[in-house]
């Protein structure tokens, strides 16, 4: 995971990678690297609710505050609308132990 500043959090998430003619599956492999499509199951965005769901896509968690997180749609508000100076650490990857309750996911998921 990346860590930044609130002040420093503009343009870190930018748009969905361009995909070229030919160049789809590394396009997509780009897309999961970059956390566009992630689940982060139970969490929800602290400042816009995540529609009643769970972060979509990168999520941006705080590491001074317990419980602060939130989506990439929310992300340009934080240096307004957080303690200012806090960090922030972008999560690609759901942190949910699958493993830990005996699941079996298909070959290639995390």
């Known amino acids: 995971p990346a860590l ?8 870190l998430v930018g ?9 789809a599956a590394a396009s997509g492999r780009r897309g999961a690297l970059q956390g566009y499509g992630v ?4 969490t929800q ?10 972060i979509v896509g990168p999520r941006f968690r705080c590491i001074h505050c317990q419980s602060f997180s939130v989506c990439s749609k929310c992300e340009p508000r934080v240096a307004t609308e957080h303690e200012e100076g806090h960090v922030f650490e972008v999560m690609f990857e759901d942190e949910f132990d ?3 309750i005996g699941a079996i996911l298909p070959r290639g998921t995390r």
């Open 15 to 23: 748009a969905a990678p361009r995909v070229r003619p030919g160049r």
């Open 98 to 100: 699958w493993g830990k």
């Open 39 to 42: 689940r982060h199951l139970f």
């Open 4 to 11: 930044v500043g609130a002040a420093g959090l503009d343009g």
């Open 45 to 54: 965005c602290a400042l816009c609710g995540s529609g009643g769901g769970c």
